[in-house]
């Protein structure tokens, strides 16, 4: 088992990163360890290139996510944890796996569109190439295992594709060279929405910071934006049917299910014929005690530069030993020659 995943060091990680991601490398990483496997988890810096940014901004981000995710529980003598900058053999696999991807498989990339609007012609190469740098990051450890979300399941279905037609293309049919990674959908996958928009997803990139809840914020500050949470008139249900069109409703019950452990019938069970006004502190409540040793933890770590350079330096180097056989099997399939 070898699991690779990453995760963009732009903007401060949310709620939405924790329950959807984050707390999933932790049950991944201690899998993968007990069974002799191997965790990968880098930070996508180079991915980050390919919308505007503020360099300064990129550097503080990237540590600043490295605190965040070992407060979390990611843990480097179990995990490699890394950034992409610091492991060229990402950017020079992308490089080689360009000749295999197809600009049609490119465009019709559900994100691509998403992102690029209708100023297509004014976007980056990057962004529309990423998908392709998103193959190389995993199909370089050779990954088994690839945590994907439902919005990245079809770039993980392009970087099979690419494997597979490299290995056609310049292997032997009985000694490939890339391994097809599976998605790894983790059942209890929680999707959190903006606390402004129940139909859209909590985003880094949201202009109002009320729409999200960051690891960062303190007590007081959690309380305030879940009070301040769009909902509707109506009480809380007591069976799942009844949030059926609240989607704001649905939302913040699903939070603090996913908090506690819970099913969205227990929480039901629990709360049903509550107006929010008593619900949301009970949620707020949740939430602080949650966070309350991440932000503790993250704290003690964001200003110690050298222990969180320290982390990155020796992912970097254990990931370049792993990648750099299948970087040389690629090079050599290639026919080119190299010193």
């Not at 991807?101 to 559900?110: D, F, H, I």
């Amino acid at each position: 088992m070898r699991v690779v995943s990453g995760i963009q060091p732009t903007g401060k990680p949310h709620l939405g990163n924790y329950l959807g991601a984050i707390v999933n490398y932790v049950k991944l990483q201690d899998e993968a360890h007990a069974a002799g496997g191997e965790c990968f988890i880098f930070l996508a810096d180079l991915h980050a290139l390919s919308q505007p940014h503020d360099p300064a901004e990129l550097t503080k981000n990237t540590r600043e996510m490295v605190a965040t995710l070992v407060a979390c529980g990611v843990d480097p003598s179990k995990t490699i944890l890394f950034n992409q900058a610091q492991v060229p053999a990402h950017a020079e696999l992308q490089w080689l796996l360009n000749g295999t991807a197809r600009m049609g498989w490119l465009n019709r990339m559900t994100q691509w569109k998403d992102k690029a609007g209708k100023n297509r012609e004014g976007q980056s190469v990057a962004l529309f190439t990423y998908p392709v740098l998103q193959a190389a990051d995993v199909l370089l450890y050779q990954a088994t295992h690839v945590p994907v979300g439902e919005d990245q399941k079809q770039h993980l279905e392009l970087a099979r594709d690419i494997a597979q037609k490299f290995n056609n293309d310049f292997c032997s049919e009985d000694a490939p060279l890339f391994t097809l990674p599976e998605p790894y959908i983790p059942p209890a996958a929680a999707r959190i929405m903006s606390l402004r928009d129940g139909t859209a997803k909590m985003s880094k990139s949201d202009p109002s910071d009320m729409s999200r809840i960051s690891l960062t914020d303190d007590p007081d500050t959690v309380m305030k934006k879940v009070k301040k949470a769009k909902t509707d008139p109506e009480p809380l249900p007591s069976e799942e049917k009844g949030l059926e069109d609240r989607a704001e409703a649905k939302n913040l019950v699903g939070i603090y299910a996913a908090l506690t452990g819970k099913s969205t019938a227990d929480v039901l069970a629990e709360h049903g014929g509550q107006g929010f006004g008593a619900f949301k502190p009970a949620l707020g409540e949740v939430l602080v005690e949650t966070l309350r040793p991440i932000n503790a933890r993250f704290m003690e770590l964001k200003d110690d530069q050298e222990a969180l350079d320290a982390i990155l330096a020796r992912g970097a180097a254990q990931a370049r030993e792993h990648g750099l056989p299948t970087l040389n099997a690629a090079y050599k399939a290639l026919g080119l020659v190299r010193g």
